[in-house]
């Protein structure tokens, strides 16, 4: 099976084609494309598919959205388990005849804009455990916003299912530190840091589960003495990021460390702290996904902020509004789960480009001033980012295919 990062790439490759075409691709693609689908759905529900018998023509992700409908005049409201191009699956045990045709409504849990439809009921599941009844309904006569809106809910799953398995907020630093692997001393910087770990910018050799000391120079504080790390990836330089490098585990950090990390990762992301080296940025990226709805000239939808600031936002989109656009947004803070209001200004347009498939498209929003309380809002809403843990994705339960 490929890593994942190149499953998704590859898949969407294909998919993009598919979803502007559905019969341009060769009988060859259509294999690959279905065993691709397959590999990702069986990370994604932890059920075993196989390319040769399953030969459905959209993808599906776990999900779980309210959804609310009208039968006979009365509002029924359920959850939503299932999502696909295609179609969904609605958990319930007062099923509809087949045929019978709903408008809908469903209502992320984390915030976001409704997402409407209309579909048919297709088939049913009565069998087995009742927490697994429901029925599958297929979309119908949808309209271009409301595809784009089912694309992006079904990517962003895949996604936060398959790559965000990081369990703490990084902000993009450049700090100087010492390395020592043996008998090999060198001075590097960083190019990220959070709570647990750092990235290493350094041609230095080291493997998988090597361990180094370190020094880790924090403007405003005394440098980590004795600091101890394991190696946990490496890189090599790219024409991307211009850098290659490693990245490490910290092992013996010490609560004085912690705090310290902290604090500076505080400062900087809010702009209380200012570090020459990271010019001309006056407040660092927190790289963390955010739940975000937004609302821009002939644009709006339910996506992910891809990093944050006190300054700014990228918002990911795979139709970006163009530069020097007025965007509306609300963040949803996926500690407390309340909402921030905020406005902002398209500075730069990120489009999608086939050369560099693992660029994000979207644009980058500076913030319009703000007033005392709403930045202080920001400021909380950051710091609580910078201390929030993320437990990995893992499906609950077992959900019906």
């Known amino acids: 099976m490929e890593s994942q990062d190149r499953l998704i790439e590859a898949f969407d490759t294909l998919n993009e084609r598919k979803r502007k075409d559905p019969d341009c691709l060769t009988?060859?693609?259509?294999?690959?494309?279905?065993?691709?689908?397959?590999?990702?759905?069986?990370?994604l529900f932890q059920i075993t598919r196989d390319p040769g018998t399953d030969t459905r023509e959209f993808l599906r992700v776990p999900i779980y959205m309210k959804v609310a409908y009208s039968v006979a005049g009365q509002i029924q409201e359920r959850y939503l388990t299932i999502l696909g191009e295609g179609g969904l699956f609605v958990a319930t045990n007062d099923f509809q005849p087949l045929g019978t045709r709903l408008n809908?409504?469903?209502?992320?849990?984390?915030?976001?804009?409704?997402?409407?439809a209309r579909?048919?009921?297709?088939w049913v599941e009565k069998s087995g455990d009742p927490a697994s009844h429901g029925m599958g309904i297929k979309f119908i006569q949808l309209s271009a916003q409301q595809q784009l809106l089912i694309y992006t809910l079904v990517d962003d799953t895949i996604r936060q299912g398959l790559l965000e398995r990081r369990s703490y907020s990084r902000i993009d630093t450049r700090l100087e530190v010492n390395i020592k692997s043996g008998s090999k001393k060198v001075d590097a910087l960083t190019h990220d840091?959070?709570?647990?770990?750092m990235f290493v910018?350094?041609?230095?050799?080291?493997?998988?589960?090597?361990?180094?000391?370190?020094?880790?120079?924090?403007?405003?504080g005394q440098p980590l003495e004795k600091g101890l790390a394991r190696v946990v990836h490496s890189s090599v330089k790219s024409s991307q990021s211009g850098h290659g490098g490693f990245g490490v585990a910290f092992i013996d950090l010490g609560i004085e460390g912690q705090t310290l990390i902290r604090g500076y990762m505080s400062g900087r992301v809010t702009g209380k702290i200012r570090h020459k080296a990271?010019?001309?940025?006056?407040?660092a990226r927190l790289m963390r996904r955010i739940k975000l709805r937004f609302q821009a000239v002939n644009s709006f939808g339910t996506t992910d902020a891809r990093d944050i600031s006190g300054g700014g936002v990228f918002v990911q989109s795979r139709m970006p509004p163009p530069q020097g656009s007025k965007i509306d947004m609300n963040l949803v803070d996926p500690a407390t789960l309340q909402t921030l209001d905020l406005s902002g200004t398209v500075v730069r347009v990120v489009i999608p480009n086939p050369e560099y498939p693992r660029v994000v498209p979207?644009?980058?929003?500076?913030?319009?001033?703000?007033?005392?309380?709403?930045?202080?809002?920001?400021?909380?809403?950051?710091?609580?980012?910078?201390?929030?843990?993320?437990?990995?994705?893992?499906?609950?339960k077992k959900l019906i295919s």
């Open 27 to 43: 009988k060859t693609e259509k294999a690959r494309w279905r065993m691709l689908r397959c590999e990702i759905e069986e990370a």
């Open 104 to 116: 809908f409504q469903g209502f992320p849990v984390s915030g976001g804009l409704p997402f409407k």
């Open 119 to 122: 579909g048919e009921v297709v």
């Open 193 to 197: 840091l959070c709570l647990a770990g």
């Open 201 to 220: 910018a350094s041609d230095l050799e080291v493997r998988q589960r090597d361990k180094i000391d370190f020094r880790l120079r924090i403007p405003g």
């Open 278 to 283: 990271d010019e001309p940025r006056r407040h």
């Open 362 to 396: 979207g644009v980058g929003v500076a913030f319009d001033s703000l007033s005392d309380s709403k930045q202080k809002l920001l400021c909380d809403f950051l710091d609580r980012l910078v201390h929030l843990e993320t437990a990995m994705y893992s499906p609950k």
